[in-house]
């Protein structure tokens, strides 16, 4: 409201710096009194000029001043809108990277779980195979002292035989040779 009595309170001082007050009159009521036909007049010209300053200049102005001012404040709104869809997106990606880095952490656990696993396989396979191979080796020798045992045994029984002849001086039937083997055998087992 104060800047509407300020753009009139204008044309009004322009007007009363253009009244024609006649100095030169020694009558007191002339100079009170303006001259009639010059006050219409000016007061005429200031309704004109009011007039145009209001449609050409103070409309316009309004406008131009409103358009701006709407301008400013679609640009304020689309900022703070801005602003409101940056912070979201900046928390939906913060919790995008806390949700990579779980993830990330959670493969790197699985990975480690799964390598543990798998050297705790291999370690099993190995000290199976391992035993496997203790117990090849095992069966092996006992099948070669078995086998050095019955060479031996033949052995004993070849020179039990030819002892025997020798010592008789005949021929050993089966029967006897079986028994002589049998005794000779189990005295060599009870020596060991």
Known sequence: MKKRKLVFLLPL?????????????????????PNWPSFVAQLGALLVLIFVVIFFAYKPVKKILNKRQDYIEQNIKDAEQAKATWQENETKSQATVLASKKEAA????????????EKAKILDDAAKEVEKMKQDAENDIARMEEEAQEAIRKEMVDIALDASKELLGR?????????????FIEEVKKED
Request: proline share 0%; with cysteine; aromatic share 2%.
């Open 171 to 183: 021929e050993v039937n089966s029967s006897d040779n079986s028994r002589l083997i049998e005794e």
């Open 13 to 33: 001082v322009i007007m009363l710096t253009g009244c024609n007050i006649n100095i030169s009159s020694d009558d007191f009521t002339s100079k009170l009194i």
């Open 106 to 117: 959670g493969i790197v656990a699985d990975a480690k779980l799964e390598a543990e696993k």
